[in-house]
């Protein structure tokens, strides 16, 4: 274990070419970067003040909001600079247009069509969408996988994050998960709230 002043001031930074990442930081730049793999569908982006549907077309604010309301849930969050699911919000075709336009003119904001996930990963909390996290280290052009984890909502809350009340459990070569899940404040579960027993779950096709 290593504490995180440690990390965050010298490891990190040892390790990371922060000059590069930063390229990867805003998410309205996934569709161009990620093309060809599966990824949440973008309706609409705000970059720098410009409104623009998913293929990067612009839009008035009036098309922008009919768009979003075709659909039956969106997530609208930031795409630069997001941490702990801050700023995340869900919006439906119940809302009001002046909840779309509130949401339409924060500069670099992306919103997605919701996701699905799989059933057996949905057993276990099915309000968020429950995220996969591989930490890997690239070395001598190898890369390696030094941990992965699940992350899960709890209490109702739509998003998984650890800060924001989620479980993180770590996930086995094999793909069965560890005993214990924790949360932010280090404080150790075996089963979720919802009922699942971690260490008698495996996760679905790990191996892929």
Partial sequence: YCPDSLFYSIIDFHLSDYKVATIFDDKNL???YFYDILRPKTIIRNMDGIIMDGQYHKLSETEAVE?????KEVICKPAIAMCGGKGIEF???MNS???FLKVLKKPNTIIQEV???HQHIKNIYPH???TIRIMTLIKDDECIILSSVIRMGTNGNKVDNVSSGGYACGIREDGSLREYAYNNKGESITVHPQGAIFSEFQIPNFDE
């Fill in 97 to 99: 247009t002046a909840d």
């Fill in 67 to 71: 768009k979003c309301k075709l659909y």
């Fill in 30 to 32: 996934y569709d161009t």
């Fill in 91 to 93: 919006l439906s075709a």
């Fill in 128 to 130: 968020s969408l429950n």
């Fill in 115 to 117: 996701m699905g996930q």
